[in-house]
């Protein structure tokens, strides 16, 4: 007996090709391209090294390295790697750690088995790409290096065939694999991460306000694109002038930086009086913090959420996922109750020895007006007459910065406006504060959404005023009223940074950027924001209001079933083509048995139609001619249309009487 | 004929036997329906499946709905290229063709044509002879037919069948082997293995004179005739065909007098049936390569003597199926 022989389509037999070595290497410097941006210079190259070391390797073929090199460069890589970011199990050093190993898995691959695990390293890897982002973009472009992954799948396992062919039997594969997807996307029984906890870094590089102010923070976030939330308003959108989003309220001042301080919890009562009422729902972008925007005022709290003392709607948790929640907010409504004698004095409280110009200024006021609602105006009207340059590039401010701003420089952005606007009123003796949050935003006319963005951040003042409680004044926009009406591009002088998205552009680069967003937008909500109760609205909607895990379970094994019963079907039916000569020939044949002819197994189409004319004389030279017809067409050489049409016409019109 | 199922007495094939049915062999030409195809996932599709598990858990632990679409996609892919991999053997058409008879010891040339009736390649599909573990791999072009040789070591004389055959395909992804078994209705004939010994000396009842001068006589060029479809090749005149474009045979002198009866009764009888067929054997094929005229005589068998490729065959093929209930107590 002859011993079996190797199996040939067992990948473990199969030793590595330099074409399986080029898709792989191609693969994988596509899918870490992306992160080749994040992680620093020496790993992206130690990674090209090691893929140029395997390449070397399989071109002069000698001898892979030996395992013990292999383990030291994985030591070194890992020392690297805890050195670079003090830790190795976060998750940027876990995507590094990741970059090595790929590099030197390459190097102790040997058969098509240790090609195809590089194969799921690449899909994991492309995984790892969506922990930074998940655009449209990113999409599509992961999409194209699944392709060439699959692409090199399919390679493996017909060593013979063309690259080409490999990438359209992939791209099949994925067009095919798409309706799963989708049916599993929708109903697979989703669960809330995370799971455990998170690496410290897992939600590092966020952009957004943060709860201190110190100049040259907003400016900073001026010149991002990125969107901080998007709302949706039911009715009629405010103007401009009730744009304004809280955000942090700023307290305590040490002479640079402001900060929020200590909140504390407030009840939620009634807002009183107010211009309009506003309905809208939020789609926030994840910052990390514990903050919701909401228009001033909020009179509604959304689910898990609570509203501070000083007029800002917390959540319970820090929002690290887009998330979505519905608002009511009431501009220029006032919450009741009088402010704390604690909380006024703590919004007059001033470093000591900082701009003791502002301070004399303020003092000198203070001297000839005694109502603060008086002194307001006269701050407002002072200001507005200093004629304030509204710049993304204000000089640098030395020790007592807001002297310098009031009466030197006079060029600020609207963190200075703010926080000098303040302290002049501290000075003066009435209680004021800082708050952050975002003012504006922008109306997609397509989908009614209004888009804000982090370069809309913004910082304005509250003075407190006994009889009216806290007031807003926006001393940004007292001093440059272009700012809030008409938006920051239009505000700044020309040649100062202003983020593209803002500028002002021609009607067709509108529209096609409005087309853009409110696709994103979209994604954002029915892709990215596709959670436990966006699937649970979902199939509401649908007509399945209460579905459990069962359900879902149940409905999602039955179409997955379906969906593959259906793509067997079709890919079977195409397996053969039945000839149309013999599907007409068989059609007469049964025409034939029906008025009682039958033919026999043995019999040929000449015996056949010559035993059926003598049984019906009065058709039997279109039997006879039938016959003859389909052996000329289904034996003969050539196969003439003309033929075959005219077949078809004598089957479909023959009746035997 | 019988129907000779592999299925013996162990655990493993009388499960299969279970699992595939009583499938006997079939006759003319079998096709894959897709119900005879076969499928699991390979190992490395079950590394696919921890793959995705993990990827799952990712994406619920970072909320990436991307990494859920992807991990989806993935299992798409996977469930996808299941259908594709049964597609890629469902409907394929097995045909057997011709194994020329061989020798016991040496290896049996079967020849199984694989007819695809689709119009596109289905690449690396494995041919696989399940007792014996011969193999190919081959891309089978769009509807055209590939032909395939299992050589099969014939271990002894008489019939023997091809068995089962498995057809394996792991394309496209790899993640999962699809497969088929089919037993058809092909076998090849095993002559005894020849023993090398000489001719025997004489023969009870024959009539010839000088083996001697026979032997010698078989050089002896005599005439030409004209050629006849029984002829051997190797006594075909082909340097007069050559010349004439006639087919023409060369005669040698001495036939009719060197005449031989390979006769069972010459063999000693401590020799057992095999060694006996073995010894037959060598001799036709030792009377063969001299030209002599030679007929054979068993029991139960009385082949004339004659000479060339057709009574060659007869005599092998009467050797080949001896049956020893038919002797009665032959010696």
Redesign the interface.
């Known amino acids: 007996m002859i011993a079996a022989a190797a199996h040939p389509l067992a990948p473990e037999q199969r030793a590595v090709t330099g074409r399986d070595l080029g898709w792989l290497c191609g693969c994988l410097v596509f899918v870490m391209a992306p992160h080749a941006m994040r992680v620093p210079w020496w790993l992206t190259a130690l990674s090209m090294c090691l893929f140029g070391w395997r390449v070397y390797v399989a071109m002069s073929q000698r001898r892979l390295p030996s395992v013990w090199i292999l383990v030291g460069v994985a030591l070194l890589g890992m020392l690297a790697i805890g050195l670079e970011y003090r830790t190795i199990f976060g998750r940027a050093s876990g995507i590094a750690l990741l970059m090595v190993l790929a590099g030197l898995k390459l190097l102790e691959m040997r058969t098509h088995r240790d090609a195809t695990m590089v194969v799921f390293l690449c899909y994991f890897l492309v995984l790892t790409n969506f922990l930074y982002t998940q655009s449209i973009q990113t999409a599509v472009i992961m999409f194209a290096a699944l392709v060439a992954i699959t692409g090199a799948l399919v390679s493996f396992s017909a060593p013979h065939r063309s690259s080409m062919a490999d990438l359209r039997t992939a791209g099949l594969l994925l067009v095919h694999a798409i309706p799963i997807a989708a049916v599993l996307f929708v109903l697979f029984p989703r669960v809330q991460g995370p799971l455990w906890g998170m690496p410290q870094d897992a939600y590092s590089g966020v952009t957004g306000l943060t709860d201190t102010m110190s100049p040259g923070t907003l400016s900073q976030l001026s010149v991002s694109d990125a969107i901080a939330f998007r709302a949706l308003f039911k009715g009629p959108a405010p103007s401009p002038r009730q744009l304004y989003w809280r955000g942090p309220v700023l307290w305590d001042y040490d002479g640079r930086t402001w900060r929020t301080g200590p909140r504390r919890w407030r009840t939620a009562d009634e807002v009183t009086g107010g211009e309009a009422r506003f309905e809208y729902s939020v789609v926030l972008e994840p910052h990390n913090r514990n903050w919701l925007f909401a228009l001033e005022t909020a009179a509604s709290l959304p689910p898990n959420s609570w509203l501070s003392n000083d007029g800002q709607v917390m959540s319970n948790a820090e929002i690290r996922n887009r998330m979505r929640y519905d608002m009511v907010s009431v501009a220029g409504g006032q919450r009741g109750g009088e402010e704390t004698q604690g909380s006024q004095a703590r919004a007059t409280i001033l470093p000591a020895g900082f701009n003791p110009r502002t301070l004399a200024l303020a003092q000198e006021w203070q001297r000839t007006i005694a109502d603060d609602d008086a002194m307001l105006r006269h701050a407002i009207a002072w200001l507005r007459d200093q004629r304030f340059v509204y710049t993304l590039l204000p000089p640098a401010l030395g020790r007592d910065s807001v002297d310098e701003f009031l009466f030197d420089t006079k060029r600020g952005f609207c963190e200075h406006f703010s926080s000098a606007f303040v302290v002049l009123m501290r000075a003066a003796g009435v209680p004021a504060r800082v708050v952050t949050g975002y003012q504006g935003g922008e109306f997609n006319p397509l989908d009614g959404y209004v888009t804000v963005r982090q370069a809309e951040a913004h910082a304005w003042a509250e003075v407190y005023v006994t009889a009216r409680g806290w007031v807003r004044v926006d001393p940004t926009a007292v001093s440059m009223p272009g700012r809030v009406d008409s938006g920051m591009a239009n505000s700044v002088p020309s040649g100062d940074p202003v983020p593209f998205m803002m500028r002002a552009d021609a009607a067709w680069l509108k529209s096609m950027r409005y087309n853009w967003e409110a696709l994103t937008n979209r994604w954002n909500l029915w892709v990215l924001g596709y959670n436990t109760d966006r699937q649970r609205e979902f199939l509401a909607r649908i007509g399945f209001s209460d579905a459990d895990w069962r359900n879902l379970a149940t409905m999602l094994l039955t179409t997955v079933g379906l969906i593959l019963v259906a793509l067997l079907a079709w890919s079977l039916k195409r397996l053969v083509r039945p000839d149309p000569v013999q599907q007409l020939w068989l059609a007469f044949c049964r025409k034939l048995a029906a008025a009682g002819v039958e033919r026999d197994p043995h019999e040929g189409p000449r015996d056949f139609t010559a035993r059926a004319a003598q049984r019906f004389p009065n058709v039997a030279a279109t039997i006879v001619a039938v016959g003859e017809r389909y052996i000329s067409l289904r034996y003969g050489a050539v196969r003439r249309d003309a033929e075959l049409a005219e077949l078809k016409k004598s089957v479909r019109e023959f009746r035997p009487a | 004929m019988a129907a000779q199922l592999t299925a013996g007495g162990t655990r493993r094939s009388r499960l299969g036997t279970w699992f595939y049915g009583r499938r006997t062999v079939e006759h003319g030409p079998i096709t894959l329906g897709?119900r005879r195809v076969y499928i699991m996932p390979?190992r490395?599709g079950m590394?696919?499946a921890a793959?995705l598990a993990?990827?799952l858990?990712?994406?619920?632990?970072?909320?990436?709905?991307?990494?859920?679409?992807?991990?989806?996609?993935?299992?798409?892919?996977a469930?996808?290229?299941?259908?594709?991999t049964?597609?890629n053997l469902?409907?394929l058409v097995v045909v057997s063709g011709r194994a020329e008879p061989v020798f016991a010891g040496e290896s049996a040339q079967f020849r199984l044509f694989v007819e695809n009736?689709?119009?596109w390649v289905r690449?690396?599909v494995?041919v696989r002879h399940d007792a014996?573990?011969?193999?190919t791999?081959d891309?089978i072009p769009a509807s055209a037919t590939a032909d395939v040789i299992l050589p099969v070591?014939a271990?002894r004389r008489g019939w023997l069948d091809l068995g089962r055959v498995s057809l394996?395909?792991?394309?496209?992804?790899?993640l999962f082997?699809a497969w088929s078994h089919v037993q058809p209705d092909f076998r090849c004939l095993v002559y005894p293995r020849p023993e090398k010994a000489p001719l025997p000396p004489s023969s009870p009842d024959a009539s010839f004179g000088s083996r001697q001068a026979a032997t010698q006589g078989t050089d002896d060029f005599s005439s030409l005739r004209t050629y006849q479809p029984a002829d051997s090749p190797r006594h075909v005149a082909w340097k007069a065909v050559a010349r004439t474009d006639d087919m023409l045979t060369k005669q040698f002198t001495g036939d009719a007098s060197a005449e031989l009866i390979l006769d069972w009764a010459l063999i000693p009888g401590a020799l057992d049936l095999e060694a006996k067929l073995s010894r037959l054997t060598g001799w036709v094929l030792a009377c063969e390569a001299a030209g002599l005229r030679y007929g054979l005589r068993m029991p139960g068998v009385n082949i004339p003597a004659a000479h060339g490729d057709m009574h060659r065959t007869a005599c092998l093929t009467a050797l080949a199926l001896f049956e020893p209930a038919a002797a009665p107590a032959a010696g």
């Open positions: 897709h390979t490395i590394m696919f793959t993990i990827m858990v990712g994406s619920i632990n970072y909320v990436l709905s991307l990494g859920f679409m992807l991990t989806f996609l993935l299992a798409g892919l469930l996808a290229g299941m259908v594709h049964v597609r469902a409907r009736p689709a119009p690449p690396a494995m014996s573990g011969a193999q791999v891309d070591h271990a394996e395909t792991r394309f496209p992804i790899g082997r």
